[in-house]
């Protein structure tokens, strides 16, 4: 379980990415003004902080500047509309660990954020591995590329998406609601079967076996 700070003034965006947190088992705190949210991070009292750009009050690359020039080295992952190469340049150089332009799906940010939060044994945060391996199934979360047993395979975004989050919980039923909530986010139809599709074309390309239907509870990947 980590402390995370979602500093992010659209209530619907942040409500949405602090009830996916906590479901992860998370504590989320929320603030949606700059300054706040410069002062609840350099309170030590985060593990990791997701910030936006376009906030009021001081906007994100201040509250990034003050930040790291402050002496804080904890993991901040950038979440904004701009999405320019000059605003993601400038938002790394300024010291942020990662960068995702809105719109998001829950599941690579979750992903991002679970690759920050793991322990490094003292190497710096930025070095650490950017990838997924199970059951021969191997992702690269920077390149979003995948292969099975070494062979490449191509895969849609959203398939990559679910093959994320079943991979990140290897071994452990997932009902259709956490993965519709976790990979369509706003989008998602309670009602939809889009979930049985996309599994259906996960194991076409990662083997029948892959993924195990456990009846009436969900699916389970097997690594």
């Known amino acids: 379980m980590a402390r995370i700070l979602i500093v992010e003034d659209e209530p ?35 593990d990791l ?17 003050h930040l790291r020039a402050q002496g804080s080295s904890v993991p901040v992952i950038v979440l904004t509309a701009r999405d320019s190469v ?3 340049v400038s938002a790394l150089e300024g010291g ?29 945060p930025r070095s650490r591995d950017e990838s997924l391996t199970a059951g021969g199934v191997h992702l690269d979360l920077r390149t979003r590329r995948a292969a099975v047993d070494g062979k490449q395979v191509d895969l849609s975004a959203r398939e990559f998406a ?5 991979m990140l919980n290897a071994g452990q039923v997932l009902s259709r609601e956490q993965l519709l909530d976790q990979v369509w986010g706003f989008d998602f139809d309670p009602g939809s079967n889009v979930v049985d599709v ?9 083997g029948s076996g892959a993924i195990e239907t456990v009846r009436g509870m ?4 097997t690594s």
């Open 86 to 88: 000059s605003d993601t």
């Open 198 to 206: 996309y599994v259906g074309y996960l194991r076409r390309k990662f």
């Open 49 to 65: 902080v997701v910030l936006d750009i376009g906030l009021p009050g001081m906007d994100g690359f201040e509250v990034l500047e």
């Open 12 to 46: 619907r965006i942040a409500s949405f990415v602090a009830k996916g947190l906590r479901a992860d088992g998370h504590v989320a705190t929320v603030v949606g003004d700059g300054r706040e949210g410069l002062d609840e991070a350099m309170s030590g009292n985060h």
């Open 218 to 221: 969900g699916y389970r990947f």
């Open 162 to 166: 679910l093959a994320e989050i079943f």
């Open 96 to 124: 942020a660990d990662d960068y995702m332009p809105k719109p998001f799906r829950f599941a690579e940010l979750l992903a991002r954020v679970r690759i920050r939060l793991r322990p490094t044994s003292g190497a710096d």
